[in-house]
């Protein structure tokens, strides 16, 4: 009996670890923020999401599963006053570079210095993301790593807290297992829904003898997304964060 009790010992109390860690790593995060946000520093949200060739089209077909489709990445951010006024990227995946420079994070943090003075940036790491999705006997030991890390990726950006600080902002990490403390995928689903139910009205066909060509107008498709998600909702989805913020906060402590 005890031989196959071991096993199972093994297997719960690292969970039990790994939750009370990501626990801490919650309420660390909560409270920085408060802090900073007492201290007058602006909350503002920076991410990203993947629009596949198909969401733009709708014409993915289920019988070439194998087929690559072109993905384009989409960076931009937003507060509770809405989208931040900064140029936002839009980049095909296969330009994004190799080794990520942190030029466009320097370009939005002066750009959020003029609109909104300093601010505290929250965003996602993707290397977390792949730690959490990481086997099980490997959690208990990404879960000791120190959850500040030098440098924040995100798929063309490279975030760097020394360039946020050197601008007056600060930058943290929202943890990946907290994902209704993560405003962007409120504005992601906006968007992306728009674009599913209005992308024929940005698309222009031509036919001659032997071809139907199709032109989709994606820039001007994105650009009405983007203004889909309104100041409105973005101040509704920033309370609705805020509310989960004061629960956390309230049970965690």
Known sequence: MQRFANPLLRHVLPRGYSDAAQKQQCLKYLRSLRTLQFNGLNTVFL???????????????????????????????????????????????????????????????????????????????????RRVRAKD?????????????????IASI?????????????????????????????????????????????SLRSIDRTHSYRCILLSDLIVKGLENMTPNKWNAAFNRVKRWENYYLGTLS
């Not at 993947?50 to 690559?68: H, Q």
């Not at 989208?83 to 980049?91: D, G, N, T």
């Not at 006997?137 to 990726?153: G, R, S, V």
Request: hydrophobic fraction near 35%; glycine fraction near 4%.
């Open 137 to 153: 006997d490997k959690e208990t030991e990404t879960e000791t790593l120190p959850p500040a890390l030098p440098a924040i990726h």
């Open 158 to 202: 490279k975030c760097c807290p020394e360039v946020a600080r050197a601008n007056g902002h600060e930058l943290l990490v929202v943890p990946s297992s907290y994902n209704y403390l993560y405003l962007m995928d409120v504005a992601w689903s906006s968007l992306k829904w728009f674009i599913i139910n209005n992308r024929n009205n940005f």
């Open 47 to 129: 991410g990203e999401t993947d629009i596949p060739e198909s969401l733009i089209t709708g014409e993915k077909s289920s019988e070439e599963p194998d087929l690559r489709w072109p993905i384009w990445t989409l960076v931009h951010a937003g507060s509770c006053q809405g989208w931040v006024p900064w140029q936002y990227k839009l980049l095909l995946r296969c330009d994004l570079p190799t080794h990520q420079q942190n030029g466009a994070f320097q370009e939005f943090c002066e750009s959020l210095t003029t609109s909104h003075g300093k601010c505290v940036i929250v965003t996602r790491d993707k290397t977390q993301l």
